[in-house]
T-cell receptor
């Protein structure tokens, strides 16, 4: 049972480049989330999706877009990467209002 | 927006001591969660709380969902070196989940 799988695990981008972070879960969860974690800080919610076909902004959505492709997959896109987006990105999934399970993270560096 | 205040930010304790940390919020939550994160890993769930006033234990860990639904605490008894890590509280409400800034725990043997 894979749980929550994120790809890639590491990525280096140049300023202005675009990329998509992929996330898939095999637990049939309704809700999925994207967070970023900066050194020494907690997790800040970027976007979330309460169900297939819906997405909502979290605390720090600027510079990001998301797609809930189907119930399993929730992708995060950076259209024009900036150094301020250097961070570790975590995807998570859950049933409604229950505990969430996290992926291993994507470590993104923008130079 | 919803904001969780987690304290303390860090703790340095001796092996065998008990630890207590808490989270407060100006908003109410339907669910309180406590996670632990080791370096280079994603957060791992320790305890989930679903009802106001609920007190739940998981081995040496005990957590409570505050009666006002705006706070929660986590206690760790008889700490051991592998308790080292960052502990996060999380509140779930309105389909989103917000995290506290974390408590960094160091345990000296």
């Amino acid at each position: 049972n894979a749980g929550v799988t994120q790809t890639p695990k590491f990525q280096v981008l140049k300023t202005g480049q675009s990329m998509t972070l992929q996330c898939a879960q095999d637990m049939n969860h309704n809700s999925m989330y994207w967070y970023r974690q900066d050194p020494g800080m907690g997790l800040r919610l970027i976007y979330y999706s309460a169900s297939e076909g819906t997405t909502d902004k979290g605390e720090v959505p600027n510079g990001y877009n998301v797609s809930r492709l189907n119930k399993r997959e929730f992708s995060l896109r950076l259209e024009s990467a900036a150094p301020s987006q250097t961070s570790v990105y975590f995807c998570a999934s859950s049933w409604v209002n229950t505990e969430a399970f996290f992926g291993q993270g994507t470590r993104l560096t923008v130079v | 927006g919803q904001q969780l205040n987690q304290s303390p930010q860090s703790m340095f304790i001796q092996e065998g001591e008990d630890v207590s940390m808490n989270c407060t919020s100006s908003s109410i939550f339907n669910t309180w969660l406590w996670y632990k994160q080791d370096p280079g890993e994603g957060p791992v769930l320790l305890i989930a709380l679903y009802k106001a006033g609920e007190l739940t234990s998981n081995g040496r860990l005990t957590a409570q969902f505050g009666i006002t639904r705006k706070d929660s605490f986590l206690n760790i008894s008889a700490s051991i070196p592998s308790d080292v890590g960052i502990y996060f509280c999380a509140g779930v409400g309105n389909n989103d989940m917000r995290f506290g800034a974390g408590t960094r725990l160091t345990v000296k043997p």
